[in-house]
């Protein structure tokens, strides 16, 4: 997986970059996030989330403004988490298209995400919760299939408890009727560094048993189910045979990632920057 640049921009002195390309697979939808700074996300690919309550009793407020989300000019989105006075605010993005691999092939959501260095939990990152991940799309039709029937993967979803720690988790219903949440695995990262993330679900096996959903780290697998972990036809489809769409946000508070404090800073270094989102499927 090679990033690939393009020539120098005189005009500005800037190296704007190109999303990379995967050998056997097709570029269905990307977003290099070049433009000036301080403006906002293009609206044709993503729209703002500015829901009436949180869930998992974070304490953020979500915005529309470029604020809290803006692009940096030099080819970067920035999610910025900032208090002010006793509220914090931050930004939460949903991707306006939705994508599922057809019969027999594969499917990759993939970005290049930095965020701040959680290695040993300091006191000035509690509270904060930066995660790219994804939902089907069934919350988002005419008649909402709510969560987490709907389904969500988690593919880069760390928090400062979690010290240098990402967890991989799935959710939907299992065929019980429960919540199930208990398929994850963590990897260790390099927190303050830019890596590559992405989840892969595949459809090339005949047998639904054999298909999987597949997590990577810079371009290294950590973490995989397989239809057969699930269980149900049902419930494979709901996961692996479904539109999904892309979620960037950070949120603040929660039972998963503890409240913000006193000590927890605010803006630039706090946030997440993104150089890139791509989904790909094979040719």
């Not at 298209?97 to 092939?105: D, R």
């Not at 290049?112 to 039709?141: M, Q, Y």
């Not at 969500?152 to 959710?171: C, G, P, R």
């Not at 219903?173 to 303050?192: E, L, P």
Request: neutral net charge.
């Amino acid at each position: 997986m090679i990033r690939q640049f393009a020539s120098l921009c005189l005009l500005f002195g800037t190296a704007w970059t190109t999303i990379p390309q995967h050998n056997g697979y097709n570029v269905v939808f990307s977003d290099d996030f070049n433009g000036d700074q301080g403006s906002a996300v293009d609206g044709s690919k993503w729209d703002h989330h500015v829901p009436n309550k949180n869930n998992n009793d974070e304490v953020q407020h979500y915005t529309y403004g470029t604020d809290n989300a803006h692009l940096s000019g030099d080819g970067q989105l920035y999610i910025i988490p900032k208090k002010k006075g006793n509220d914090w605010y931050s930004a939460k993005l949903l991707s306006v298209g939705k994508w599922t691999p057809g019969a027999g092939k594969a499917l990759l959501f993939e970005a290049e995400i930095w965020v701040p260095n959680f290695t040993g939990s300091p006191d000035k990152f509690a509270g904060l919760w930066p995660a790219f991940w994804a939902k089907g799309n069934s919350d988002r039709i005419s008649n909402p299939v709510k969560w987490p029937k709907n389904g969500e993967w988690d593919i880069l979803e760390v928090t400062n408890k979690m010290s240098n720690q990402n967890q991989a988790t799935l959710h939907f219903i299992d065929a019980s009727g429960q919540h199930n949440g208990a398929f994850n695995g963590r990897v260790t990262y390099t927190g303050g560094k830019y890596h590559t993330w992405a989840v892969k679900v595949d459809r090339r096996k005949d047998d639904w048993k054999a298909q999987t959903l597949t997590w990577y780290l810079d371009g290294n697998q950590f973490y995989q189910v397989t239809g057969a972990m699930i269980g149900t036809l049902d419930q494979w489809k709901e996961l692996a045979w479904s539109p999904f769409y892309i979620v960037l946000n950070v949120a603040l508070g929660g039972g998963y990632a503890g409240n913000p404090t006193e000590n927890t800073i605010s803006g630039y270094d706090a946030s997440m920057r993104v150089r890139y989102v791509g989904v790909y499927e094979t040719v």
